[in-house]
């Protein structure tokens, strides 16, 4: 043993526990861009593979489909406008609306197209739209005589299972009429009929695995649904000839029959047509118009003969033809204002004025004569109007009382009159109708002409190899992202030191890059930091070294331990004391693994006496001491002896060991047991300064890893960090965690492999 100086003498080292230090909380990142880009990244095998998968599977899918063919037809919808009412209401709807449009549709999608159709070509003997003939076919493939064999061999053994594994029995194929019918509800659901948008144009498509049968079935559904207008509008016109013939029929006949009750009615009344009216009426009403002439011609006469009496003026008299009277009476007033001129001239004994007073005497006498002539004419008219005034009404009460005689056998006949008029009137205008009706051009136009009929397909419409591999592809870039997050949110190991923070507490002192065969050569994993001083490992042990050493309370005992085997403890442990060694630090690296001793094996010094021998008392700290000859930092192996160790380990001598080397040493690596397993760890790494976890990246699941932790508080030992050990550099480096820019190829010009 070579001769190392002795430490100054150090205060006390608290053993008391400490609380482990708790890292800054790591807020999560959530469902963000950059978190997607980075599953992406890490999972993009996945995400490529079903990228790949879903294209080439749907391409040989495409490939072993049946092709269907489907042909198209356009059909133009025009109703077509009618005069006739009585068709308006018969043939046609008002206006052509959404659901007028859809009521074709179903015209043409109707079960008695279909059946014509089927009929037609006869597709009850296609397997296509015969169901029964795929039973008839599948019955000789080879798989189901297999399971029908082997199913008559299980019979008797196993019925339930026999009968699971029996096909399904051949049905007996429908009868005729059944089976057209069949297939037409299979045709249906090869035809599909739709409306072009903002137009009156239907598009008929009829989809089959013949490209012949496709184009003609298109056609002839289109030539159908016209001819069935047609013979609609026939059977209407029909209809409406017969139904306005038996009204003309029936109106004829009302009018024959009223005609016959009228002429029955006036026989047994008595009563006869005038040119106008009834004859009584048309006497009454000629009677009372002579009455009423008679009637003025008497007043007037009584007006006259007043007029005369009362010697009215000569336009009175002169009005009512007393001409001559008017004449006399005019002398008799000039001989008048003669006899008074002259006797005022003269005097009365004057012998002209006895003249003149002759003169009047004798115009007095013919005024007197000519006015009771004139009044004897007029009185005589008077009576003579009088009287006939007397006659007419006489025969106007007679004729009344006749007409109240017959008064209601004439209500009755002007009813059957109107009646009569009525039911002419109607009858001219059902004549018209029907001249109309079968003068109508427009009704033997259909509402519906053929604008492009259906040609022969040259490419199938299903399955179409580009549609289905685009589709495939979405559809694997979808089942491939659900596939990523599946196996992020399923994957419970931890990948980053984010990942360590958030899911442990602990912040992450360090990422151990993984040794690779390739890179190692012949070196061992150990080794490989002596040797290579300034590679990335080298340099994550160095981190993982500043990590201890820059705490608030750096530690010189340190415990590395794991949650289970195969972590990379052991390794870990002796890169880290090779490492500070390499720094200059005195460093004792000590094997407390003693159930399975690994560093006595890895630094040659295999069988010697270690710790278990010092604590037994067998051996002295001097003899179980030993130098590393890479970088010279003395290590002592678990020892020769197989003994209980948790009792050694808790005994006196193991802190006084410790208490030794802390005085002696700078950095002492305590390489402890497993965690979960092993009650050792949890004793030593209470004694110890600080323990270290290691964890395996995407390897070690969290739960292990929190309840390893679990055990290591619970024992009171101060876990200060979490070291991610065997680390893939390429994959985190694509990982898109924050800590993968470590590895990027930036940093390569400070490492040197």
């Not at 144009?201 to 013949?210: G, K």
Request: with cysteine; charged share 25%; hydrophobic share 45%.
């Amino acid at each position: 043993m070579l001769d190392r100086p002795v430490a100054e003498p150090r205060p006390p080292v608290d053993r008391r526990p400490v609380s482990r230090p708790v890292a800054p909380p790591i807020e999560p990142e959530g469902l963000n861009l950059t978190a997607l880009l980075g599953a992406l990244r890490r999972r993009r095998t996945v995400l490529v593979a079903c990228l790949v998968l879903f294209p080439i599977l749907a391409l040989v899918a495409a490939k072993n489909l049946t092709p269907r063919y489907t042909a198209s037809s356009t059909v133009m919808f025009e109703p077509t406008e009618y005069a006739a009412r009585e068709l308006q209401s018969i043939l046609r709807d008002e206006s052509t609306t959404d659901a007028v449009l859809a009521s074709q549709i179903e015209i043409v999608k109707s079960l008695s197209v279909a059946r014509r159709i089927v009929a037609r070509f006869g597709l009850t003997e296609r397997r296509e739209f015969a169901w029964w003939l795929e039973d008839r076919d599948r019955a000789g493939t080879l798989p189901f005589r297999v399971r029908e064999r082997l199913a008559e061999r299980l019979q008797p053994v196993l019925p339930d299972l026999a009968e699971m594994i029996a096909p399904r029995p051949i049905a007996d194929p429908p009868p005729g009429e059944l089976a057209e019918i069949q297939a037409a509800e299979a045709l249906i659901g090869h035809l599909d009929v739709q409306v072009v948008r903002n137009s009156r144009v239907l598009q008929i498509r009829f989809t089959s695995e013949d490209p012949q049968l496709a184009a003609a079935a298109a056609n002839l559904a289109g030539e159908l649904y016209i001819s069935d207008q047609l013979d609609a509008k026939f059977n209407a016109v029909r209809r409406a000839n017969d139904w306005l013939d038996g009204r003309i029929a029936n109106l004829r006949a009302e009018v024959s029959r009223n005609e016959v009750q009228i002429a029955e009615l006036r026989q047994e009344a008595g009563l006869t047509r005038g040119v106008s009216a009834g004859l009584q009426t048309e006497q009454i009403s000629r009677i009372t118009q002579d009455l009423i002439e008679a009637r003025n011609q008497l007043a007037s006469a009584e007006a006259r003969l007043g007029a005369v009496r009362a010697g009215s003026g000569a336009a009175d008299l002169t009005a009512l033809g007393a001409a001559n009277l008017v004449t006399q009476r005019a002398a008799r007033d000039e001989a008048q204002r003669e006899l008074n001129r002259l006797s005022a001239v003269l005097g009365n004994g004057h012998p002209d004025v006895r003249a003149a007073a002759g003169r009047l005497a004798a115009a007095e006498r013919a005024v007197g004569a000519e006015t009771a002539r004139v009044g004897q004419a007029l009185d005589a008219e008077m009576r003579t109007a009088r009287a006939r005034v007397v006659s007419l009404e006489q025969s106007l009460s007679e004729q009344q009382e006749r007409l109240n005689r017959t008064q209601g056998a004439e209500i009755r006949i002007n009813a059957l009159e109107r009646e009569t008029e009525a039911a002419r009137s109607l009858l001219r205008a059902v004549l018209e109708r029907s001249q109309t009706t079968v003068s109508q051009t427009a009704i033997e136009k259909p509402d519906a002409r053929i604008l492009s009929p259906a040609t022969v397909p040259g490419v199938p419409s299903f399955p179409k190899p580009t549609l289905f591999v685009a589709a495939a592809l979405v559809l694997g870039a979808l089942f491939g992202l659900l596939l990523v997050w599946f196996l992020e949110q399923a994957d419970s190991t931890l990948r980053s030191g984010d990942e360590v923070r958030s899911a442990l507490g602990l912040p992450c002192l360090a990422l151990v890059p993984r040794l690779r065969r390739g890179i190692l050569g012949r070196m061992r994993a150990q080794d490989y930091v002596a040797h290579k001083p300034l590679s990335p490992f080298a340099e994550a042990m160095r981190t993982l070294r500043a990590s201890l050493w820059l705490g608030s309370d750096p530690p010189r005992v340190v415990v590395v331990t794991a949650a289970r085997p195969g972590e990379g403890k052991t390794t870990t442990a002796i890169s880290l004391a090779r490492s500070a060694a390499m720094n200059g630090e005195r460093v004792l690296l000590v094997d407390c693994d003693i159930r399975q001793p690994a560093i006595g094996r890895l630094m040659r010094a295999e069988g010697l006496p270690g710790v278990t021998d010092l604590l037994l008392g067998q051996a002295e700290f001097e003899t179980i001491l030993r130098r590393d000859h890479l970088t010279g930092l003395d290590f002592i192996p678990a020892g020769a002896a197989e003994v209980h160790s948790l009792g050694l380990f808790m005994s006196e001598g193991m802190a006084g060991l410790l208490e030794r080397v802390r005085r002696d040493y700078d950095l002492v690596v305590l390489d402890a047991p497993p965690a979960l397993a092993m009650a050792d760890a949890r004793v030593v790494s209470r004694l110890a300064d600080a323990t270290l976890l290691c964890v395996k990246w995407r390897d070690t699941p969290r739960s292990v890893v929190r309840n390893s932790l679990a055990l290591l508080e619970d024992a009171k030992a101060r876990v200060v960090g979490a070291a991610l050990t065997q680390v893939d550099a390429k994959l985190h480096r694509r990982s898109g965690y924050a800590d993968s820019e470590v590895y990027h190829p930036r940093y390569s010009g400070y490492f040197r492999e």
